[in-house]
C-alpha cells in the first residue's frame, strides 16, 4: 500500500476542510447562532477525524474528535455560548492547522495535545481540573439567560427535505386504469 499517495489525499483535503472551518468560525464571530457554520464545522471536523483516523495520525485524531463533540454539543444547544468558547472552537482550529503542516512537512505523525483536547471536551457544566467553582455558577447562570435569546433570534433552519423530479407513488400509478369490480356492459352469451 502507497502511504505516501494516501497522505497526499489526506493533506489536500483536510487542507480545504480547515479553510471551510475557518471561513465557518469567521462567520460564527458575527452571528453565534449561525446553524450553517455550525453544522459546517462539525462536518469539517468529522471528516478530518475519519482520515486522520484511517491514516493512524492519533493526535490529529484526538484533537478532531474533541473538536467534533463540541461541535456536537453546540449544535444541540443552538449557538456557540459565548466569545470565550467561540475562541476554544479557534484554538482547535489553529491545533489542526499545525498539526496537518507538521505532516506536510516532515510526514511524521504530530505530537499530541492532551491539554487542548481536554479543553475542547470541557463544557459549561463541567468545571475544569482546578476551576473556581463561583466562575462556573456564573457560566451558567449566563447559559439561562443567553440560550433563549439567542434562539429566539435564530433564523428557522433551511428546507433539508429533498426535492425529487420523480413524481410521487400516488401520482406514478394514477395514469394507470383502475381494473373495474363490476361490469356495466351485459354479458354476450351464444344460442
Known amino acids: 500500500m502507497d502511504m505516501a499517495k494516501y497522505r497526499q489525499v489526506f493533506l489536500e483535503e483536510?487542507?480545504?476542510?480547515l479553510a471551510e472551518?475557518?471561513?465557518a468560525l469567521l462567520e460564527l464571530e458575527k452571528n453565534l447562532a449561525d446553524g450553517e457554520a455550525?453544522?459546517?464545522v462539525f462536518r469539517m471536523a468529522h471528516s478530518i477525524k475519519g482520515m486522520a483516523a484511517s491514516l493512524?495520525?492519533?493526535s490529529v485524531t484526538q484533537v478532531?474528535?474533541?473538536?467534533e463533540d463540541r461541535m456536537h454539543e453546540i449544535r444541540r444547544a443552538g449557538c456557540v455560548a459565548d466569545a470565550e468558547e467561540l475562541?476554544?472552537?479557534f484554538r482547535g482550529l489553529d491545533c489542526l492547522e499545525s498539526m496537518v503542516a507538521v505532516i506536510r512537512d516532515t510526514g511524521e505523525m504530530p505530537p499530541p495535545d492532551p491539554t487542548l483536547a481536554a479543553v475542547l471536551t470541557n463544557r459549561l457544566d463541567e468545571p475544569p481540573p482546578g476551576a473556581d467553582s463561583s466562575a462556573l455558577e456564573q457560566g451558567a447562570a449566563k447559559k439561562k439567560v443567553l440560550l433563549p435569546i439567542l434562539q429566539r433570534n435564530r433564523p428557522p433552519p433551511p428546507n433539508r427535505r429533498r426535492t425529487s423530479t420523480r413524481?410521487?407513488?400516488?401520482?406514478r400509478f394514477a395514469s394507470i386504469p383502475k381494473p373495474s369490480t363490476a361490469s356495466s356492459e351485459p354479458s354476450a352469451k351464444s344460442s
Open 167 to 171: 413524481p410521487s407513488r400516488q401520482n
Open 38 to 40: 455550525i453544522d459546517l
Open 14 to 17: 483536510s487542507t480545504e476542510h
Open 64 to 67: 478532531s474528535h474533541a473538536l
Open 87 to 89: 475562541a476554544v472552537l
Open 21 to 23: 472551518m475557518s471561513s
Open 56 to 58: 493512524e495520525y492519533d
